[in-house]
């Protein structure tokens, strides 16, 4: 079955800076990516998504990455806020909507005021 | 409805006891998932329905589990004889089983003592 390992754990970044957040996935098969943000307490919610027919996608200060030969895929935060302070998910899929997601194991973000 | 519900949002229980979670998908989607995030880890597949299909129940961690999904709507978790390692977060997803990202609800806290 399909794995998703994603790095780091943890990142701390200055309010301001940049924030990339990695993962790499093991079936080629897979042809949908999306990010969630779960805030303390909250449900995940979906920030962005990106689908295997584009290579980069791109909302306000959210950016994200997809390189299919190497199996890898990012998420690139830019001027980083400190409400940007959240637990991030990547994900992956065999299909749009109608097929299971496998999740890498979550990366806590914290913004340094 | 606006969202995806669930129901309880907490639930204390026994070990030994059974218990039954809720899940209310967003309207006119036709996906439903059942998700467990214990505690600090990143999201555990566990079933999955589409339509009138057979579920994907290949998440299930042991016959304790099952689900029902009764008129293409709402979602019934149910775990038998409650164990400690069952205390988690269920979270249920939704989305349009033709393409569409996948919705969160808040999830039920299951705490078994």
């Known amino acids: 079955g399909e794995n998703v390992e994603q790095h780091p754990s943890t990142l701390s970044v200055q309010e301001g800076d940049s924030a990339v957040i990695k993962c790499t996935y093991s079936d080629s098969a897979s042809n949908y990516f999306p990010w969630y943000k779960q805030e303390l307490g909250k449900r995940p919610q979906l920030i962005i998504d990106?689908?295997?027919?584009?290579g980069e996608k791109k909302d306000q200060r959210i950016a994200v990455t997809l390189n299919k030969t190497a199996k890898h895929f990012s998420l690139h935060i830019t001027e980083t806020q400190p409400e940007d302070s959240a637990v991030y998910f990547c994900?992956?899929?065999?299909?749009?909507?109608?097929?299971?997601?496998?999740f890498g194991t979550g990366t806590r973000l914290t913004i340094i005021p | 409805g606006a969202g995806v519900s669930q129901s309880p949002s907490n639930k204390v229980t026994e070990k030994g006891k059974d218990v039954e979670l809720r899940c209310d998908p967003i309207s006119g989607h036709t996906a439903l998932y059942w998700y467990r995030q214990s505690l600090g880890q990143g999201l555990e597949f566990l079933i999955y329905f589409q339509g009138n299909s057979a579920p994907d129940k290949s998440g299930l961690p042991s016959d304790r589990f099952s689900a029902e999904r009764t008129g293409g709507s709402v979602s019934t978790l149910t775990i038998q004889r409650t164990q400690q390692e069952d205390s988690a977060v269920y979270l249920c997803?939704?989305?349009f089983g033709t393409g569409g990202p996948e919705y969160f609800g808040a999830g039920t806290r299951l705490s078994v003592l």
């Open positions: 990106i689908r295997s027919n584009v």
């Open positions: 997803a939704s989305s």
């Open positions: 994900a992956a899929s065999k299909s749009f909507g109608n097929e299971k997601l496998t």
